[in-house]
């Protein structure tokens, strides 16, 4: 009787193993609520639409992935609202209590950097990571300044935002760029720009700010100069695109370049990148990393998976331009 007994446990015992691997394996989010929750800190620069889509998607692709805020996941968010001076003790707040972080923006990546190096770092909206002294190169992670940094990256097509200048201004020889000469994001892509729009053979006139005071005089200066403005992804200038299209387009200016977002609240064309989407990419690198036990250094640095021709058509009727006449630069 005894050991008839015994074989019933047992085979109740296996009975349950089975259907609770089988439970698991139907729904394998059932592994991960149960897990205890991860804490991630998020440090974003300065408030503005592209960071703002940014962080959503973030905050999407890790909840498509099963981790959802409140139940397995909490964040630790904070907005420097570009104040520099209180990135550092932004970043030892986010860091203390995480178990991974989120920068974005190159300023907040630099500041986060700075004060950690050994938790998990993942970066978005950084143009260019080895000028802003984060990495030492994109393809080789193993070769990170920190060590424990991956993430996304937003540079733009600069040669196919370039090339729609001709779709816009075919007669345009002068072209103006416009960024923040304190941001290393910004620099870089506008030495880039330069290159590329000198080779073309235009005439370039560079304009530089250092903060978004100082838009309107510098702005306004020139339009004067110039028959097209080239903007770069810039968080001061992203922060007042309202300001800059208006000065724009009321001097009958076309503003080419910069990301989706910037065109869509007030510029006129570009060929960009959806934030939003590079949110997503970011968070699917996160979830990544956790559930195949990897390690930061095994990750390289990855470029924006989605392109687009973007058109602000409000505007674009304003300067006179026909949007269906504009060729897409991906079908070059």
């Known amino acids: 009787m005894y050991q008839y007994l015994k074989k019933l446990?047992?085979?109740g015992i296996v009975t349950a193993f089975a259907t609770s691997t089988m439970i698991n394996?139907?729904?394998?989010?059932?592994?991960?609520?149960?897990?205890?929750?991860?804490?991630?800190?998020?440090?974003?620069?300065?408030?503005?639409?592209?960071?703002?889509?940014?962080?959503?998607?973030?905050?999407?692709g890790l909840k498509e992935?099963?981790?959802?805020?409140?139940?397995n996941l909490q964040i630790n968010f904070l907005n420097a609202s570009g104040d520099t001076a209180n990135l550092q003790t932004m970043s030892e707040n986010v860091v203390n209590g995480s178990d991974y972080i989120f920068a974005i923006a190159t300023p907040a990546a630099q500041a986060i950097a700075n004060v950690e190096k050994e938790k998990p770092i993942f970066i978005s909206s950084v143009s260019d990571p080895v000028s802003a002294g984060l990495v030492k190169s994109t393809e080789n992670p193993e070769t990170n300044v920190t060590g424990n940094l991956t993430g996304t990256m937003d540079a733009g097509p600069l040669r196919e935002q370039v090339s729609l200048i001709k779709e816009?201004?075919?007669?345009?020889?002068k072209v103006g760029i416009l960024y923040n000469s304190g941001e290393a994001n910004a620099v870089s892509e506008a030495e880039i720009a330069r290159e590329i729009l000198e080779a073309t053979d235009y005439e370039v006139s560079e304009a530089t700010i250092t903060s978004t005071n100082d838009i309107?005089?510098?702005?306004?200066?020139?339009?004067?100069?110039?028959?097209?403005v080239f903007i770069v992804t810039d968080n001061t200038i992203a922060?007042?695109?309202?300001?800059?299209?208006?000065?724009?387009?009321?001097?009958?200016?076309?503003?080419?370049?910069?990301s989706k977002d910037m065109v869509l609240e007030n510029g006129l064309i570009t060929y960009g990148l959806d934030y939003y989407k590079l949110g997503e990419q970011t968070a699917e690198m996160l979830v990544r990393m956790i559930e195949e036990d990897l390690q930061v250094g095994e990750?390289?640095?990855e470029k924006p998976r989605d392109l687009?021709?973007?058109?602000?058509?409000?505007n674009a009727e304003k300067l006179g331009i026909d949007p269906d006449s504009i060729q897409d630069p991906s079908a070059n």
């Open 168 to 173: 816009v201004a075919p007669q345009a020889k």
């Open 9 to 11: 446990v047992i085979k």
């Open 308 to 314: 687009e021709l973007v058109i602000n058509e409000k």
């Open 65 to 71: 992935a099963g981790y959802v805020e409140g139940e």
């Open 216 to 228: 309107s005089q510098v702005m306004g200066n020139l339009v004067n100069e110039v028959e097209v």
């Open 299 to 301: 990750m390289a640095l």
């Open 25 to 60: 394996l139907i729904n394998p989010l059932t592994s991960i609520n149960a897990q205890e929750p991860i804490e991630i800190g998020v440090l974003q620069y300065v408030e503005h639409e592209s960071l703002n889509q940014n962080y959503q998607g973030f905050l999407n």
């Open 239 to 258: 922060s007042a695109m309202s300001l800059v299209g208006d000065l724009a387009t009321d001097a009958n200016i076309p503003l080419v370049g910069g």
